[in-house]
């Protein structure tokens, strides 16, 4: 019986042909460190992950000014010192003079030049009284200008009254950029209402020295009773709640201002402090500038530090306690009144 062997392949190993494959990618795929440049003048490519941080300069604002809280120490300028309208924010100075006279005691009648005003409004009517407390929170929190015209009545005598103590201490507390017409910030003759990001910046910082008013700064919603019927304020700040660590912060708007913005934000101890002029879109902005300050060492004392002016009459200022925003609401295009 005849058996056959298996006939012998002619078919070499694959192992050194793949061996000489290898070590044959490896020399032409073999750059020099991303850092380095070789002799073509090529420079090759850092493909390193970088920061998807936006710098600062991508803000909208005209004016923008981002302060360390305890220091005082500038970490982004923009037109510091430029004349701006500052809209609502107005009532930043209203609400310091008023609780530097009076805290948040006593009661105030309604005069009829009281409710002369556009919206936001509580509204207040004629005759009713209504306590001090209730109109802080309806000035910080729904931004009513007929509570500024009060508040401002009640402790000057008038309305005119009042705003030559505004301008009075605006001059005290070093803010040679700013000009006051009224006490809630609605469009006032060319001219007349201005401020700028240093001057904000300073009336800010000592409004929220003391703590009753950095707590209603920092209120999302509070409801109060008048004449008029039961009335739910909710704060204007939309990045109050939605953005980490906000705190308390003073919102503005007209066609003219457009967005104006007063607010401080604390993580882990440390607190950062923005005010912005003339913005389109302050949502989007103060988000950039937190994200960035917060990203930077914290600074030591400096030189070119903000601080806010002592209070009058002995009242020292208390220590300081400290993903994409829904679109801006509309505004009717012939509406000038001082809103969020």
């Known amino acids: 019986m005849l058996t056959y062997a298996p006939r012998q392949t002619n078919n070499p190993s694959l192992i050194p042909v793949l061996l000489v494959l290898t070590v044959w990618l490896g020399l ?34 005209v ?4 302060v360390d809280g305890k220091t005082g120490e500038v970490l982004y300028a923009r037109n510091p010192d430029k004349h701006l309208l500052p809209a609502s924010t107005t009532k930043l100075m209203t609400a310091l003079i008023v609780y530097e006279k009076v805290g948040l005691n006593g009661n105030v009648t309604i005069t009829e030049d009281d409710t002369k005003v556009e ?33 401002g009545r009640h402790v000057a005598g008038s309305t005119e009254a009042f705003i030559d103590m505004m301008n009075e201490r605006a001059l005290a507390m ?28 300073r009336i800010f910082r000592a409004v929220i020295a003391h703590p009753e008013l950095r707590e ?31 705190g308390p912060a003073k919102t503005g708007w007209t066609i003219a201002s457009r967005h104006t913005y007063a607010a401080a934000v604390k993580r882990d101890g440390r607190e950062i402090l923005l005010t912005l002029l ?33 209070a009058p009459s002995g009242l020292a200022p208390s220590p300081s306690t400290t993903p994409p925003v829904p679109a801006p609401k509309k505004k009717p295009k012939n509406s000038n009144t001082a809103t969020p």
């Open 119 to 151: 919206p936001s409004s509580v509204p207040l009517i004629p005759g009713e009284t209504v306590s001090v407390d209730k109109l802080f929170h309806a000035l910080l929190i729904e931004s009513a200008n007929d509570s500024a015209r009060a508040l």
């Open 28 to 61: 032409f795929c073999w750059t020099a460190p991303a850092t380095a440049q070789s002799k073509s003048g090529f420079l090759f490519k850092d493909y390193a992950a970088k920061s998807k941080l936006p710098p600062p300069d991508e803000i909208k604002a």
């Open 278 to 310: 003339d913005s389109p879109d302050k949502w989007t902005d103060a988000q950039i500038l937190f994200n960035w300050g917060f990203a930077q060492p914290a600074p030591q004392p400096a030189a070119n530090a903000i601080s806010p002016a002592p």
């Open 216 to 246: 209603i700064c920092s209120t999302k919603e509070y409801t109060i009773v008048t004449e008029s019927g039961r009335h739910t304020f909710r704060n204007h700040n939309r990045l109050l709640g939605f953005y980490p660590g906000m």
């Open 63 to 66: 004016g923008a000014l981002l």
């Open 174 to 201: 070093g803010c040679f950029n700013t000009h006051f017409a009224n006490p809630n910030g609605l469009p006032a003759p060319t001219g007349t209402h201005y401020t700028s990001c240093a001057d904000l910046m």
